[in-house]
């Protein structure tokens, strides 16, 4: 390895100069690689020589582009059988995300820098913070590929993560909790949520509510998974975004939940009714159903098939939220001059958050008081972390003035 100035003139007769680094890399190949300064041309040729005797280092000319690393990274996704929405999201991270802005970027010259003025960029043109951190994400899942296909030595993705989780200037930031009557929906509102609950929503929600299955946890349930006579609810499957049916995610994901009368009732009443395919009409246009058989889907669409969520939620949650009186005023008035009304909260998650939340609330608060492992076995979570990092601050403190009042004349004998 050696580090030499070239000068030369130009057609025009003007000097030029730069700095050179002459090398022969693992394989014998020579290389020369040009730097302006003399400084870059040392700093290159101390790293590269520690990469060639450790027999990684990879030369410009042998390095490809982020976007064809992209290219083989969503091939390892497909051959790995990733589900179709993880490639479906691998595919958007990449064509308008990633490309746009580094596609063209070769690995070798992917630095720390590089990535985090990547990541600037991508905030500068109007990217959330949720939308950054998960295309960051993905950029590193990218190079990690890249690494075991000897591309790239260095992922300057995962590297600058690193670095901000040991950096003291960031302890003070954390992900923003969630609220009782702003991510959480109150006893209250689930009260009057319940209160007008009708028709095929009224099991559905019910089970969403006093079960905290997810979505697709709904969507994949089966007559066979209900214990009508034990009150239990039972997880085998779920159903992915584009309705294919599969296991639940993680080993965790299939659980047993009991759930409360009000459900299992409501559960009974919809078996005997409209829960099953209709499979033709009576003389009098009334549906004729198919009898119930186990495996068919409890909350399935009209044909038998699996519900989509957009319905679950347009034609469901949200109306049922607005006829509860669950409401926010959007500032806008109608034609009447009326407050236009929306629904409070738009998502199905906030019904599981619900869930988790009465799961933790004391007795005496109309909860059930169950401790932190119980929690994280119901919902269904692959660590205990995450249940302790999203609820956690929900639980009842034991340092509160009545209790610590108790505690001191039992221990001093007042």
Do not use: C
Request: no cysteine; proline share 4%; charged share 30%.
């Amino acid at each position: 390895m050696s580090v030499r100035k070239r000068e030369w003139t130009t057609p025009k007769g003007q000097k030029k100069s730069a700095w050179v680094a002459d090398y022969t890399d693992q394989q014998g190949k020579r290389h020369l690689k040009t730097f302006k300064l003399k400084k870059e041309a040392d700093a290159f040729a101390a790293t590269a020589s520690v990469e060639i005797r450790e027999g990684t280092h990879v030369a410009d000319s042998a390095s490809v582009t982020v976007e064809k690393a992209g290219q083989f990274w969503l091939t390892s996704g497909e051959a790995a059988g990733l589900e179709r929405s993880t490639i479906n999201q691998r595919k958007r991270h990449l064509k308008f995300h990633i490309e746009p802005l580094i596609g063209q970027t070769l690995l070798s010259k992917l630095t720390v820098p590089a990535v985090r003025d990547f990541e600037d960029r991508l905030r500068w043109e109007g990217r959330s913070p949720a939308m950054i951190k998960k295309v960051l994400g993905s950029l590193g899942s990218i190079l990690s590929d890249a690494q075991e296909r000897g591309l790239t030595v260095r992922n300057p993705a995962r590297e600058m993560r690193a670095r901000r989780k040991g950096d003291k200037r960031h302890e003070g930031r954390h992900r923003a909790r969630l609220r009782v009557g702003e991510d959480i929906p109150t006893r209250e509102e689930i009260k009057a949520l319940v209160g007008v609950l009708s028709g095929r929503w009224r099991p559905l929600l019910l089970v969403a509510i006093f079960a905290g299955l997810r979505s697709s946890e709904l969507r994949g349930l089966r007559w066979q998974d209900v214990d009508l006579e034990g009150r239990t609810i039972s997880v085998r499957q779920r159903a992915d975004e584009f309705g294919e049916i599969g296991r639940p995610k993680s080993e965790a994901g299939e659980r047993s939940i009991p759930v409360p009368p009000m459900v299992i009732n409501a559960l009974k009443e919809w078996k005997l009714g409209y829960s099953r395919p209709v499979i033709g009409r009576d003389e009098d246009r009334n549906p004729i159903r198919e009898d119930a058989k186990p495996n068919h889907l409890i909350f399935a669409n009209g044909n038998g098939k699996v519900e989509s969520h957009a319905n679950i939620v347009n034609r469901g949650l949200v109306p049922t939220m607005i006829a509860a009186g669950v409401t926010v005023d959007t500032g806008e008035r109608d034609q009447e001059g009326k407050p236009i009304l929306k629904a409070k909260y738009t998502g199905l998650h906030a019904l599981r958050h619900f869930y988790a939340s009465w799961l933790i609330n004391r007795q005496a608060d109309g909860g059930l008081g169950l401790p932190l492992k119980v929690v994280q076995e119901r919902m269904g979570h692959s660590s205990i972390t995450m249940t302790a990092d999203t609820y956690g601050h929900l639980f009842p403190r034991g340092d509160d003035a009545d209790e610590l009042a108790a505690a001191e004349a039992s221990l001093l004998g007042a």
